[in-house]
């Protein structure tokens, strides 16, 4: 299902064949949390930003409309009408963050709705289910994520239960894919490796999930308080364990930068709800770094938010008219620049790939890795 097309050192060119649609790696999914990208985009608007692949949740998923009615309506591809590829998380990294709402066991964990505080437990075959009902392309495994920075002995248990949960998930996986009634028998299971920044229990865990031959490996339990520097030296810790003829995503993360240093590290697939979220609130990336439209500065501008970009705001309309629409508390406003950052980030791995491919990584590194991160 994964091809490795080129390498360059540790970076990777390759391609991910999925029921939907291939997928060009690297490439950054864009977060749909709820089967809607938050800025008021539709699934027609990922197509024109260029969207390869949609990320969405299976915790809010099944907490709101509920996964069974999203299988009566045919799948979450149906539902949303995106024909392209999805991930869904698997409600883990949410659960993480209900920390004073939930209880973790050995079966599972139990936890209150943030919306109605009603009595929910999932564990993995409870997230294979839900994941099976919404019919993504690929179901992520259930884990723990574990807070950082966190002892050392519960770290060590956490791994070695969220390792237990995956061989649980792989079987519920398989068991599901074969009923008649299944809305994608061909997803399949990532892994994701767990250990907080101990490189050594990293490194142990991801010998353990590499044995059980998945899909694919995620990277889990990273931006969540550590610094840049320690998640780079996670990655490269951890990278040399990881199968090199499947494809490895980095969850949760991050800037232009991060993506530019953990490609150079090994890796394929990222998400981040970064770009939407910043859009939201003004900030928003271009060639040369961050600017904040809502700068007095922006108010009588007449060049577009960014003069490389080819996104469709970009070639229409001006920063002085997009400030105004944030001044003016315009919905609009938040719609186009979820757009365009959705679009930069998009045409940012094709230049990731598009260098990849030419040989010449490593100078399109030195020029962009702290640039694009760098604010205006």
């Known amino acids: 299902m994964f091809t490795l097309i080129k390498n360059e050192n540790k970076a990777?060119?390759?391609?991910?064949?999925?029921?939907?649609?291939?997928?060009?790696?690297?490439?950054?999914m864009n977060v749909g949390t709820?089967?809607?990208?938050?800025?008021?985009?539709?699934?027609?608007?990922?197509?024109?930003?260029?969207?390869?692949?949609?990320?969405?949740?299976?915790?809010?998923?099944?907490?709101?409309?509920?996964?069974?009615?999203?299988?009566?309506?045919?799948g979450l591809h149906r539902f949303m009408t995106w024909?392209?590829?999805?991930?869904?998380?698997?409600?883990?990294?949410?659960?993480?963050?209900?920390?004073?709402?939930?209880?973790?066991?050995?079966?599972?964990?139990?936890?209150?709705?943030?919306?109605?505080?009603?009595?929910?437990?999932?564990?993995?075959?409870?997230?294979?289910?839900?994941q099976s009902n919404l019919g993504s392309d690929i179901a992520m495994a259930f884990d723990e994520c574990v807070k950082i920075p966190s002892p050392r002995e519960y770290v060590e248990k956490s791994a070695d239960r969220t390792y237990r949960w995956l061989k649980r998930c792989?079987?519920?996986?398989?068991?599901?894919?074969?009923?008649?009634?299944?809305?994608?028998?061909?997803?399949?299971?990532?892994?994701?490796?767990?250990?907080a920044v101990?490189?050594?229990?990293?490194?142990?865990?991801?010998?353990?999930?590499?044995?059980?031959?998945?899909?694919?490996?995620?990277?889990?339990g990273l931006a969540v308080g550590e610094t840049h520097q320690e998640m780079y030296e996670t990655i490269e810790a951890v990278?040399?364990?990881?199968?090199?003829?499947?494809?490895?995503?980095?969850?949760?993360?991050?800037?232009?930068?991060?993506i530019i240093e953990s490609v150079y590290r090994g890796v394929d697939f990222f998400d981040c709800v970064?770009?939407?979220?910043?859009?939201?609130?003004?900030?928003?990336?271009t060639w040369n770094g961050i600017i904040n439209i809502k700068n007095e500065k922006y108010s009588d501008d007449s060049a577009p938010i960014d003069e490389q970009c080819e996104c469709p705001v970009?070639?229409?309309?001006?920063?002085?008219?997009?400030?105004?629409?944030?001044?003016?508390?315009?919905?609009?406003?938040?719609?186009?620049?979820?757009?365009h950052n959705l679009f930069f980030y998009n045409e940012l791995m094709r230049r990731i790939r598009e260098n990849l491919m030419n040989g010449t990584y490593g100078s399109f590194r030195d020029k962009y890795s702290l640039l694009l991160d760098k604010r205006i």
């Not at 139990?110 to 409870?126: L, Q, T, V």
């Not at 101990?198 to 990277?219: P, S, T, V």
């Open 34 to 74: 709820q089967g809607a990208i938050k800025g008021a985009l539709s699934a027609a608007d990922l197509e024109t930003v260029n969207c390869q692949i949609e990320l969405s949740n299976t915790y809010h998923l099944h907490v709101r409309p509920g996964d069974e009615l999203i299988k009566k309506m045919g």
């Open 314 to 339: 970009c070639r229409r309309y001006s920063r002085a008219y997009i400030r105004h629409l944030f001044k003016a508390e315009e919905m609009l406003a938040m719609r186009f620049s979820v757009m």
């Open 83 to 130: 024909e392209h590829p999805i991930l869904t998380d698997s409600g883990g990294f949410q659960i993480f963050s209900l920390a004073g709402l939930r209880k973790i066991k050995e079966e599972g964990v139990s936890f209150n709705s943030h919306i109605d505080g009603r009595h929910i437990f999932m564990g993995p075959e409870e997230s294979m289910k839900i």
């Open 170 to 195: 792989d079987a519920a996986l398989k068991d599901l894919n074969s009923r008649e009634d299944t809305v994608n028998p061909g997803q399949v299971l990532f892994g994701i490796n767990q250990g």
């Open 274 to 285: 970064m770009p939407a979220r910043n859009g939201r609130h003004g900030h928003l990336f």
């Open 239 to 258: 990278e040399e364990y990881m199968p090199k003829d499947k494809p490895r995503y980095l969850m949760g993360v991050g800037t232009p930068g991060n």
């Open 12 to 28: 990777r060119l390759g391609c991910f064949e999925t029921p939907h649609g291939t997928v060009q790696t690297p490439v950054f």
């Open 198 to 220: 101990f490189h050594d229990i990293r490194i142990e865990h991801m010998k353990k999930i590499a044995e059980l031959d998945l899909a694919g490996y995620a990277i889990g």
